[in-house]
């Protein structure tokens, strides 16, 4: 356990993947709460809606139309926040002015797909069984695979193709007309994360720049690499995690995950591979099916906990898909799952003033909620509606 | 003007601030909503609520009486984030371990106060006049002074002491037991910003730790000043931007508002000092008053333009309570404001999925909406209820 006194008193803990810092407030969930409050949850949602864009067989905006998907399903999305044909745009500086100091900016080129997890209108990953979870991690698999950059060391590494009777059927994935840096894969689950089609789904943006958050981690695995004769963070971090076992919420041969120890939002949970991974092409049938299993435990325990669709963004970093040999060995693939939820089905934790201006902060301590989640693992709470 | 390209690309702007990026996708309003709606805000309050636990005379948490007090009223939250009472507590790295490594925590003691903006229930600060905003402004001063470094160069830059006749009364600022390092003041306006009480109020967190955010511009404003012959960072910017004007919603002799070339919020804006001040006790009279000023000119922009009370976090960065010479010069008063909506007072901007795990992205250019709220100034829309 860590020092018990850490229940007790506000404390501050360290984000080495980050090298940020997180408040953590133990004593301040008994404050009464006045504000705001979500929906709760109810599934009364057909498997099959004639409106829905994502359903099979049905239309999207641009006028195209679904295939009758029977797994996964994958299309350019039809407002993307980042394009493939678009001009070069690169500012010009004029030497040291304060314009070139100060209003800097550099064109982004890239692409935007929707991969939908299933054809059935009404489910979510906490519904479906790990088997079917496993053609979302194939899917995902080809899809980063398509988009590496030849001259990639992880091109080598690649193994063996997806099981190919699982394979995604009418999936649409280009070639890129550009090599692309990185490949940001997530899924945005509730409308109180945003998530505009309750249709089980993620997206993927692709983009010729780095983007910030795995810029920043990184910097943080090649330092502490350099700086442990080549060791790498997050496998002595799901190493120390699975012997302590006071964060851990579910533990199979291949990942750990837990609520990690810097851990911003009140049931934060990080998946992490406890060997050495850069990336999907890394994972063997064994791993992506232990993969499936972990993305299953934690989705079942996430609604089980307040008993409703519980919302969240989650996203997976791994190598870029293009960079130096250096950055790509020394990439860890894990996943965040970031959940609002605080108290119950309608009270979250806004992270505003304070969290924006100054510094994130926590209530419950990441200890706490692990045995929250670890505890309430089982069966799914309702029953499948179709 | 920028580039007029970049009216028509995705780009990514640089935050020389935080030395970190943000995605713009100026083409992606386009997107239809179908997502969750903001409560649209109707003003129905009373002037007086006999249960809110912020008026004058009430009652509060812990059983405290409020004071009948008649413009602001500053006392110490009763569910307090931070504790000044705490046993000390530093983690002991057992030489090189994978936990010393990897499971850092430090003990931080602080204080949190509350000061509320007026005493009359139903108002926020876009009701409220300049000249009843000085007095927010010369509490703020009031209670900064008093938490600073007695042995800190603000001390005797420090300027006469707000005039007395707007001077707050019955305010409760203990002096503290223990020197801190940061004060974050800030205000969360709005349900949907976490705003748990309608009664205008803001809040002020203490703590004997410099929190991540203003630590991270403290070392890009001094890295800006080292690289620049000794230049401010933000006093240039400002400059540069009243200059332009084209990213300008607001400005008097001493202060510059608009959207920053950086901002991530649809309608983010930043209020800059134009000559270099460190902090609150820089400011004489006359510049706060002109902050009353861009305060109001504000806050009546945000409700006007979508006709609703407009939610928005908000937040003061400037010097630290206590630090090096060269930190509290490099410093330089700014205030944030983070608001939400997008489209209207029911659609807002979610910062989730890619956001979270990725980049921060905008939809909107800063141009295009520094133009519209600088279209919309002119009397409040609403008529006031009491
Ligand atoms: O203290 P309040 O207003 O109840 O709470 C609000 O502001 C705090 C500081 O920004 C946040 O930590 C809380 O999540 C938010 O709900
Ligand atoms: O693309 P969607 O699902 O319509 O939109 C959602 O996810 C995006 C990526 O995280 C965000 O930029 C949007 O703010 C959010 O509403």
Redesign the pocket.
């Known amino acids: 356990m860590p020092d018990a006194i850490l229940d007790d008193i506000s404390h501050r803990r360290f984000n080495p993947l980050r090298g940020s810092w997180v408040l953590v407030s133990p004593h301040r969930t008994k404050?009464p709460w006045q504000?705001q409050q979500e929906g709760a949850s109810e599934n009364v949602l057909p498997a099959y809606d004639s409106s829905c864009y994502l359903c099979p067989g049905n239309k999207r905006a641009a006028g195209d139309c679904n295939p009758k998907y029977d797994s996964t399903f994958v299309f350019v999305n039809d407002y993307s926040a980042v394009k493939e044909q678009q001009v070069d745009y690169e500012s010009t500086p004029q030497s040291d002015s304060l314009e070139s100091r100060l209003l800097r900016a550099e064109g982004t080129k890239g692409k935007c797909y929707v991969i939908t997890f299933s054809p059935e209108h009404n489910l979510t990953l906490a519904d479906m069984p790990a088997p079917t979870i496993l053609p979302v991690i194939e899917t995902w698999t080809k899809i980063y695979t398509s988009h590496l950059d030849p001259l990639s060391p992880l091109v080598k590494a690649s193994k063996p193709t997806p099981n190919p009777s699982s394979a995604p059927n009418g999936n649409i994935i280009d070639q890129p007309t550009e090599q692309f840096r990185y490949m940001q894969i997530f899924e945005n689950k509730g409308t109180a994360m945003g998530c505009s089609n309750p249709h089980p789904h993620g997206q993927i943006w692709t983009t010729t720049s780095l983007p910030e958050e795995p810029g920043i981690e990184l910097q943080h695995l090649a330092r502490y690499r350099h700086e442990h004769s080549g060791a790498h963070m997050l496998e002595d971090y799901a190493k120390l995690e699975s012997e302590k076992g006071e964060r851990t919420v579910f533990e199979n041969s291949s990942f750990w995950a837990g609520c990690p120890w810097w851990g911003t939002w009140p049931f934060e949970i990080m998946v992490v591979s406890k060997s050495h991974k850069r990336a999907l092409v890394d994972l063997d049938q064994k791993e992506r099916e232990h993969l499936a299993e972990v993305i299953s435990e934690i989705t079942r325990r996430y609604d089980n906990l307040f008993e409703t669709s519980f919302p969240y963004s989650m996203g997976i970093h791994q190598a870029p898909l293009s960079g130096t040999d250096e950055e790509i060995e020394c990439s860890h693939f894990h996943i965040h799952f970031y959940p609002p939820l605080l108290r119950s089905a309608t009270v979250r934790?806004?992270?505003?003033?304070?969290?924006m201006m100054a510094e994130p902060?926590r209530d419950i301590t990441p200890e706490q909620a692990a045995k929250r989640l670890r505890d309430c693992g089982g069966e799914l709470y309702r029953k499948r509606l179709n």
Chains 1, 2 share one sequence.
């Open positions: 404050r504000g934790k806004f992270l505003v003033g304070y969290e902060q």
